[in-house]
């Protein structure tokens, strides 16, 4: 009778775990349209950490901005052109008391194209700006891919008028054109959250424990005396 009741709490236990398990690992994550923010480095792009309204970037620095679909923003697609600020303003020359800052622009490829907009062609270009040494990159990207749209909460959503419409939305799948409601910023980290990620495997590694203490005293009861 014993034995029964134990194998009972550990098929209950089990089929806890399982349901905890498929809770924290989602079938499939939500993706985002919009505008990625990268700075420039030695050839390089990283994930910019600061706002456009914010980050101020130094003479000789370049930005660099993606507009694109992705899971998050750390999986991101970055810009197709490589940074390279010495090619980029060449032929600008610097001026006291300025700063030269070059900035990369790449609208995507067509499958991020949202419905109702046209992908501008060129795709992507390159530009060097002079600016006063205090300018935003926000102000950068004004002078040179304007018109700029922004949302009520300051989030930039076009660059050069592009896309049309929508502003970092979800999109229900890879396809172009399939959207629901919210988004995040251009520089917000979009991942699902990790705390509830953690929690979800703790209390799993919680019932697999329990689960493991059931057959050890399963097989204590068993063993002869």
């Known amino acids: ?17 399982l ?18 923010f990268w700075q420039g480095s030695a050839s390089v792009w990283s ?28 999986g991101a697609a970055k810009p197709g052109t490589a940074p390279d600020f010495a090619t980029a303003c060449a032929d600008t020359p610097a001026v006291s008391g300025k700063k030269r800052v070059a900035v990369v622009i790449d609208y995507g490829v067509a499958g ?17 700006a002079v600016l006063p040494a205090d300018a935003t990159s926000a102000q950068l990207l ?14 930039l959503c076009a660059v050069g008028g592009y896309p049309t419409t929508g502003c970092g939305v979800v ?4 396809a172009a054109g399939g959207t629901t409601t919210a988004a995040p910023n251009a520089t917000s980290k979009a991942a699902p959250s990790k705390s509830s ?25 068993r063993r002869p005396q």
């Open 1 to 17: 009778m014993r034995t029964r009741r134990t194998g009972a709490v550990a098929g209950l236990l089990a089929a806890a775990l």
């Open 19 to 36: 349901l905890v398990l498929t809770t924290v690992t989602p079938a499939s994550a939500s993706s985002y349209r919009y505008w990625s």
């Open 47 to 74: 994930l910019q950490q600061s706002a456009p309204n914010t980050n101020r970037p130094a003479d000789g620095s370049v930005d660099g901005w993606r507009f694109g679909i992705s899971v998050d923003s750390a």
């Open 112 to 128: 991020d194209v949202p419905a109702g907009s046209t992908l501008p062609h060129p795709t992507s270009f390159t530009a060097c």
């Open 142 to 155: 004004a002078q040179v891919a304007p018109p700029l749209r922004y949302d009520s909460n300051g989030n």
């Open 171 to 174: 999109v229900t799948g890879t």
């Open 197 to 221: 990620k953690t929690a979800g495997w703790i209390i799993g590694a919680v019932l697999l424990a329990a689960l493991a203490g059931a057959g050890y005293w399963q097989t204590r009861r």
